[in-house]
């Protein structure tokens, strides 16, 4: 038996990972995955507490969030597909068209 | 109540709305297609013969409908006469009009002695004036459009002066303001006249603006505006203190200042002269024989009130004199044969209103009836010289007309010499009635005599100058125009024929008593109205019983020593215009100063300019340029400009890096996370 | 149950549901095919008329009671219904705004040459939110159709309009919005408070009548719908929005705007100002009547000096709807009587002078008056409506004009004689306005090449202009049919607002004036 405590050190350390990522990356594509791992590390977190508290809420909401993680990627994707056919880079830096 | 005849009474006004209608169609389907220039060269000619026939059609329908009025108004008063005295009143409703809660005014007519007298003056002058104009306009484009505002005033006329009601009269007192404009700018692509047009109707509505206020007045004071009803109700409501003597006062006053402005009087004259930028029969009818005198027939109607404010009776002698003296002097120096013509209207009408100032409302009504024939007269007179001399009215380009166009020389001295005051014709009658109430009357003074008798004798003065400068002497005519003097169509020359002979003899109608007494003639015309005046005021008739307390011979003396100053007019008037003409050059030369200011009308007109017009007109300026554009607007810009700073401001905040976004977001995260984590430790 | 049994039970919400319905069938024409939209889009505004004239016929002019009424529950657990119905207030309105929408699709018939398609949709929108402002008798109905009424015509004034449309539309819509949004508060403050005193929600407009509501709360509510409706009217100071609507609006949207829009104003002020709260009425009624005042000599000599014909007529429109509030705050029937009428003649006068203008317009694309002079030997036809319409603008006996401010007028003099004074001052100020711009524009010689060549008005025009005319002379020589069937109503409403008044005001000690009421905090 695992100490509880290190399934949530392992979540911590995955959405810390991911934060960093969304933050420093300047790629699009990379910063959708760093999203992913966020979300995953929540994931981790969410089936160890339901597993240790003997709830399965806990997993239930680990399918929601992978089914809207899912959902999130693919409309992202598709965003990015079109992003790149306007304006050639997926660089986050560049896409600055909100601000005129 | 007499009826019978008296139920066609409606067709009085409704036969000139005939006219309006049936004309306004030829108006508007046969004449405006022929005026069109983009009509073109073959509408045109396939036109002439059809235009020729509807202007026939136009000349026998627009007097046709007149007349027609004048002959039912006539059957209407011969059968109200039957009636015993008392009973010489009919009122005839047709529909209500305006109702709201308490207040009701129906459209209904009312004959009665005073009624019936200006009913037949209008219908039978302006019969008279329309077949003049078939003459004078027969050269004139728009003939039907001409005829359509005609008989549009006669029918506006009529109801002014038979409404049985004062809203009535005031449909009828602002839709003949509404006649005169539309005449007044016949010629609307002259400059001049659509201004004189805008001017006649914006000082008119000042005085409407008296009238209004004094009929909301008369509502709250008497609950009604129906003549019967407010008169019969005066006498109780100041006996039982409803009716003060300054509230009586108030309400004279506002409907004086309406009269003062439709009979053009101080201050309100000024439009009057302009007005004669319309069409010369125009200026007959609607400026000389009937809209101006509405004013006096309002205060003779409303004399049971006007009786009740002594105040406000004085202020109508007063403004009447001033008038009649202020206007005469302006008269003498007008070279406009028009103009000079119009500040006489000015100053007879201020003769009129002098009369009702001292209660001797019979003379008032008696003077608008001669001054309605011999001013119509005057006026048509000079309409047929301004025709004979192609449009010409400077009298200083006339003269030795007198046997180029006889007719109308006759005429037209026949009515000078009743505007003079000469005895035996119709103005020496109703003139001197006038003097003498204005001298005897409890309400009179010898004052307002003075000032009478000698704007008279200027009177005299200036219409015998007319005379002289236009039938006598030598030609100043332009060769051109002279070529084309010619005498005016029979159109023209009957009415002026049988005005003159009424102008002549229609003084018989009102003798005084001191001389028809003698021969036992009665004063008709008096006899006619007496009803009237005794039903509305008791008080009228007992001035007037006071009058008669004077000696007969100081009366014959006055009469004589008037007609004397008079003769010294026209003596004036010979000695300048005829015997010596370099003489009134050298007095202009002489005193240039007076000669000026009475020239330049006093410089009335453009002190109105300056101290009104002007100021408005700046004033309106300001306060669009500077109030609502820059304060109001600027307030409201403003508060747009605060939340679009603000909005700019912050929008900075949104720098559209993605990164950016993402680690506000971390660090508001970790700022909250942190904030838990401190609030749990510290508890 | 028969098809006219049907028609007759539901005929306000027929009236209500045609113009939208109608635009969801435009939705389905080709949006080339611009003639058969236009054609369509009169059809439907024809049929609303005539369907209208129902109402009349159907309307009993002896009762204060709401007539064709029809209730529906909508949010039943809020209180909320779908209730509709018309008294003598509302009726003429309803029929101003039946009669006025056939006018204006005419009127753009060729003057809108682009998205024919959307303009007559979003003309039939407005329709729709129009009719429903002036039947509902649900706030919260009303208010919904309230601000659907500023959709349509935010587009119409800002896709169809002149060169500053932009501006002139976002103002507009900011400027009404600011109002009604604190009018919203208003009403909710108003069913809370019902709530708290009758036990039970309710927006029913006829149960909120009966509502006592105490003084102090009165003027807060009053003020707050005050605003609304004076921004909407609009009276001085809070105008500046509509000369810059009006002259960057399409002609129809004008003459909608000018007929229609402008009387919600005050139609809000006397079926729910005055009418709920009589007490606070009576306070501002003094502060109303001067504002009023105001406008009336301001528009008046504002639109003296304005350049733009336009502009002047909107300007005339801040000094015609000052006599409209003078005699609703006058408080009479002769006076309520009055305002009620000079709104269907300001519809009828303005909206005329605003589609006079637009004929011009459309023909030399400017509205300046110096462009023009000598007009009336061009365009004689033109030169008679101009006339016709222009002497009803200043009240001249035997048109339309004359009744309504003699009314107003007449009912004010009682309550407010000095500032009726004043007022009647407007009627000298409007021949001065009116005629100068008359004149400068029609009369004297022809100076400008191009007016040589403008033609006289068409077919089109002239049936558009007629029935305007009509009207005119109609309530000018015969007023009573319009008179007679706002009595009953007025006179309730007269009493009902007096007894409210007397009711408010026996709790406060007499001689109170609203401020001392309302701030003074020992009480």
């Known amino acids: 038996m695992v100490e509880p405590s290190a399934y949530l050190l392992l979540s911590a350390i995955l959405f810390c990972i991911g934060v960093v990522g969304v933050v420093m990356r300047r790629n699009v594509l990379i910063i959708l995955m760093s999203v992913e791992l966020m979300l995953n590390g929540v994931n981790v977190a969410f089936v160890a507490a339901g597993s240790y508290l003997g709830d399965v809420a806990g997993g239930i909401f680990a399918f929601m969030v992978m089914t809207v993680a899912a959902a999130e990627a693919a409309v992202g994707l598709a965003l990015l597909i079109a992003l790149y056919r306007l304006k050639e880079t997926i660089d986050v830096t560049e896409l600055r068209i909100l601000k005129w | ?683 | 149950m028969t098809g006219i049994d049907l028609l007759d039970r539901h005929l306000l919400s027929v009236l209500i549901g045609l113009p939208t319905a109608g635009a969801a069938a435009l939705l389905f024409f080709p949006r080339d095919g611009r003639k058969a939209i236009r054609n369509a889009a009169f059809l439907v505004t024809l049929a609303e008329f005539l369907l209208s004239l129902l109402v009349v016929a159907r309307f009993e002019s002896g009762t204060a009671a709401m007539q064709l009424a029809e209730s529906a529950p909508w949010l039943p657990q809020y209180g909320i219904g779908y209730l509709v119905g018309v008294d003598g207030i509302s009726l003429w309105l309803l029929m101003l705004t039946t009669f006025i929408m056939p006018i204006t699709i005419l009127s753009a018939w060729s003057a809108v040459e682009r998205h024919v398609k959307e303009f007559m949709v979003f003309m039939l929108i407005l329709e729709t939110a129009m009719v429903g402002v002036f039947v509902a008798i649900d706030l919260f109905l009303f208010y919904v159709f309230w601000e659907l009424v500023l959709i349509p015509m935010y587009f119409l004034i800002g896709v169809w309009g002149g060169e500053r449309r932009i501006y002139a539309a976002i103002k507009f819509f900011l400027y009404t919005f600011v109002g009604s949004v604190l009018m919203l508060v208003a009403i909710l403050v108003l069913y809370f408070h019902h709530y708290a005193v009758a036990g039970f929600y309710t927006t029913d407009l006829l149960k909120l009548y009966e509502l006592a509501i105490p003084a102090k709360l009165q003027f807060w509510l009053f003020a707050a719908f005050f605003l609304a409706f004076a921004f909407k009217v609009p009276m001085f100071p809070f105008h500046t929005w509509l000369p810059d609507a009006h002259v960057e609006a399409p002609t129809a949207g004008s003459v909608i705007l000018a007929a229609v829009l402008l009387k919600m104003g005050t139609y809000g002020f006397l079926r729910f100002s005055m009418a709920l709260f009589p007490a606070a009425a009576a306070d501002f009624t003094p502060l109303i009547a001067t504002l009023a005042v105001i406008g009336i000599v301001y528009g008046a000599l504002v639109s003296m000096v304005q350049k733009d014909i336009k502009k002047l007529v909107a300007y005339s429109s801040v000094s015609h709807l000052g006599f409209v509030m003078l005699g609703l705050f006058a408080g009479n029937l002769q006076g309520i009587e009055g305002g009620i009428l000079q709104m269907i003649n300001h519809g009828v006068s303005t909206g005329a002078l605003f589609l006079i203008v637009g004929i011009v317009y459309e023909r030399r694309h400017t509205r300046l008056i110096s462009e023009f002079g000598g007009l009336s030997k061009v365009v004689p036809v033109f030169a008679f409506c101009f006339m016709v319409v222009t002497l009803s603008s200043i009240g001249l006996p035997g048109t339309n004009g004359f009744v309504g401010e003699f009314l107003i007028l007449l009912g004010a003099f009682r309550t407010h004689m000095g500032l009726t004074v004043v007022a009647a001052s407007g009627v000298i100020l409007a021949a001065v306005y009116m005629l100068w711009m008359f004149q400068r524009v029609m009369f004297g010689k022809v100076t400008n090449e191009e007016n040589l060549r403008l033609r006289d008005m068409n077919g089109r025009e002239i049936a558009y202009m007629l029935p305007l005319l009509v009207l005119v002379f109609w309530i000018g020589v015969y007023p009573q049919p319009f008179l007679r069937r706002m009595d009953a109503t007025v006179h309730a409403f007269v009493a009902r607002v007096e007894a409210g008044k007397r009711a408010a005001l026996a709790e406060a000690p007499p001689g109170r004036t609203m401020f001392t009421r309302t701030f003074d905090a020992r009480k």
């Open chain 2, 1 to 683: 109540m007499v009826s019978g005849i008296l139920d066609g009474l409606w067709l009085v006004p409704a036969l000139p709305l005939l006219g309006v209608v049936l004309n306004g169609i030829l108006a508007l389907f046969v004449e405006r297609p022929l005026l069109l220039p983009a009509a073109g060269p073959p509408s045109a000619a396939a036109g002439h013969g059809h235009g020729a026939s509807y202007r026939t059609l136009v000349a026998f329908i627009a007097p046709g409908v007149v007349g027609a009025a004048f002959v039912v108004a006539l059957l209407c008063v011969l059968s109200l006469a039957a009636a015993p005295p008392e009973g010489r009143i009919f009122v005839q409703v047709l529909f209500p009009w305006i109702q709201a809660g308490a207040f009701t005014a129906p459209v209904a007519f009312q004959l009665d002695p005073l009624s019936s007298v200006m009913a037949l003056v209008v219908t039978g002058v302006g019969f008279l004036i329309h077949v003049y104009s078939v003459g004078y306009m027969s050269h004139e484009r728009a003939f039907a459009r001409y005829f359509v505002y005609l008989n549009l005033f006669m029918f506006a006329m009529l109801i002014l002066v038979l409404a049985d009601n004062y809203l009535l009269m005031f449909v009828g007192w602002e839709g003949v303001g509404l006649c005169s404009y539309l005449l007044i700018g016949f010629w609307y692509e002259k400059q001049s006249a659509a201004d004189a047009g805008k001017k006649a109707f914006v000082v008119n509505r000042v005085g409407d603006f008296g009238f209004l206020l004094a009929m909301f007045l008369i509502f709250w004071t008497f609950g009604s505006v129906s003549y019967t009803e407010v008169f019969a109700k005066a006498p109780l409501l100041s006996g039982d203190g409803t009716l003060t003597t300054g509230l009586a006062t108030a309400i004279t006053l506002l409907m004086f200042l309406g009269a003062a402005g439709k009979s053009a009087q101080i201050p309100l004259y000024v439009w009057l002269p302009d007005a004669m930028e319309g069409p010369t029969p125009v200026s007959a009818l609607i400026h000389a024989a009937t809209m101006v005198t509405a004013g006096v027939y309002m205060i003779a109607r409303s004399s049971a009130l006007f009786l009740l404010a002594p105040d406000t009776m004085m202020v109508v002698a007063v403004i009447g004199a001033a008038t009649a003296i202020f206007s005469a002097t302006i008269g003498i120096c007008q070279t406009d044969i028009k103009r000079v013509l119009a500040y006489s209207t000015v100053s007879q009408l201020g003769y009129m209103f002098l009369a009702c100032g001292v209660g001797a409302f019979t003379a008032g009504i008696f003077h608008l009836t001669t001054h309605a024939f011999f001013k119509a007269l005057l006026f048509l007179g000079s309409g047929s010289v301004i025709h004979a001399l192609s449009g010409e009215q400077d009298m200083r380009k006339m003269g030795g007309l007198k046997k180029r166009v006889p007719v109308t020389f006759l005429t037209m001295f026949a009515a000078t010499l009743a505007i003079a005051g000469i005895p035996g014709f119709s103005g020496f009658f109703s003139k001197d009635e006038i003097l003498w109430k204005s001298f005897s009357s409890s309400m009179g003074s010898p004052v307002l005599w003075v000032v009478a008798a000698a704007a008279a004798g200027i009177t005299a003065f200036y219409m015998f100058r007319l005379v002289f400068l236009t039938f006598f002497g030598t030609s100043r005519m332009d060769p051109e125009v002279e070529k084309h003097v010619h005498e005016s169509p029979w159109t023209m020359t009957l009415p002026l024929s049988i005005l003159a002979v009424l102008s002549v003899i229609g003084g018989f109608l009102g003798i005084p008593a001191v001389l028809g007494g003698a021969f036992g003639v009665p004063n008709l015309f008096e006899g006619w109205l007496e009803p009237v005046f005794r039903r509305a005021a008791p008080a009228a008739a007992h001035a007037a019983e006071e009058a008669a307390h004077h000696s007969a011979a100081l009366e014959i003396g006055l009469m004589a020593l008037s007609v004397g100053i008079a003769l010294f007019g026209i003596g004036l008037a010979y000695f300048l215009y005829r015997a010596r003409t370099e003489k009134p050059d050298e007095i202009a030369r002489k005193w240039p100063t007076v000669y000026g200011v009475v020239f330049h009308k006093y410089y009335i007109d453009e002190f109105y300019e300056w101290a009104v017009v002007r100021r408005v007109v700046r004033g309106a300026d300001w306060l669009w340029q500077m109030f609502d554009a820059r304060f109001i607007d600027g307030i409201v810009d403003g508060a747009a400009d605060i939340v679009r700073s603000a909005g700019d401001r912050i929008r900075r905040l949104q720098g559209g890096i993605v990164g950016g976004y993402a680690f506000s977001l971390l660090a508001g995260a970790v700022l909250l996370v942190g904030y838990i984590l401190y609030r749990s430790i510290v508890q």
